[in-house]
């Protein structure tokens, strides 16, 4: 990977060791991170990796090019406070993954002028399958964006939307949507079980029928539903399958259920 940023994360948690693994996977040098934590056991993991480590969260913010927020949402306001200073002097771009904090309230707390990146990242980048939207506001210039693009896809694929508000759509379809998936798996090995397999073999058939349909189509030139057509053979096994999700309403409820978490993300942000 070929970037100069020195890159700080605020918080090396789970997210920011996700991304710090990808970046490291992908031949970031250690010494181009810096990590800030409280937790000393994380800290001497990382230092054992050849990262830079901190305790002074703002000592990081003046290395840095680009500063990477990773801590819980409801601390966001007072980690950011006292790193006003440190943004002032050094200009980097901030970049939050946490969930349901907007461009603006970074403003408040950290600057007006700086380049902040809001980003809305899910759980499979902790194994290198994640998907991540992010926003950039005015200050962020083009070269900036394709240092982060960069870096963001150390954790797997990401897409830059126009405005904020999109965030909250990208929060319904791919930030919480490893639940749906996972509760569809849920259904799917239950189901099995009933239907005489053994709990093992339920899930080992579900997991890889997952993952292969996943795979599938990612790589196929058709759409999902011209794959699910070619699939579904008429008077066949998967048509009654089929018919029987589409007469209990399966595609309705999976709108029903997206505005619910859509308008929960609004709500919370
Ligand atoms: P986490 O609890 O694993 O990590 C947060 C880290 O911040 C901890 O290691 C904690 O010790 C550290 N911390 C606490 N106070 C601090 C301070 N004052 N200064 C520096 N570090 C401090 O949480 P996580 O799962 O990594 O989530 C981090 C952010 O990522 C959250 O805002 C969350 O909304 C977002 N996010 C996480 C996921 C995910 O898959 N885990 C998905 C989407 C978004």
């Known amino acids: ?55 002074d969260n703002a000592s990081a913010v003046r290395q840095a090019d680009l500063v990477i927020l990773a801590v819980k949402p409801q601390i966001m306001r007072d980690v950011c406070t006292p790193l006003r200073a440190a943004a002032a002097e050094k200009h980097p771009v901030f970049l939050s993954v946490a969930a349901g ?37 005015a200050q962020v210039t083009e070269q900036q964006k394709q240092e982060i693009s960069q870096v963001m ?11 904020e508000d999109e965030l909250d759509a990208v929060t319904a379809v791919s930030g919480s949507g490893p639940a749906y998936f996972f509760l569809m798996m849920e259904a799917m090995i239950a189901a099995g079980e009933r239907l005489g397999l053994s709990p093992d073999t339920a899930k080992a058939l579900t997991l890889q029928t997952a993952a292969g349909a996943a795979e599938m189509a990612l790589q196929s030139e058709w759409d999902p539903a ?42 919370l942000a």
Do not use: Y
Not at 4 to 30: E, T
Not at 153 to 163: I, P
């Open 101 to 137: 904090i907007r461009i603006q309230a970074l403003a408040d707390w950290l600057g007006a002028d700086l380049a902040l990146v809001r980003s809305m990242p899910n759980t499979p980048a902790l194994v290198g399958k994640g998907a991540c939207g992010l926003f950039a506001n």
């Open 153 to 163: 896809q150390a954790t797997g694929l990401t897409l830059w939307v126009d405005k």
């Open 226 to 267: 011209e794959l699910r057509r070619r699939v579904t053979s008429p008077k066949g096994t998967t048509e009654q399958a089929i018919l029987c999700f589409q007469q209990g309403g399966f595609s309705p409820l999976v709108d029903q259920a997206l505005q619910a978490c859509h308008q929960r993300a609004v709500e």
């Open 1 to 55: 990977m070929q970037t100069s940023f020195q890159i700080a994360f605020i918080g090396a948690g789970n997210m920011a060791r996700a991304i710090i693994g990808g970046l490291l996977a992908q031949g970031l040098p250690a010494q181009q991170i810096i990590a800030c934590e409280p937790d000393l056991e994380r800290l001497r993991d990382l230092e054992a990796q050849g990262i830079q480590i901190r305790s």
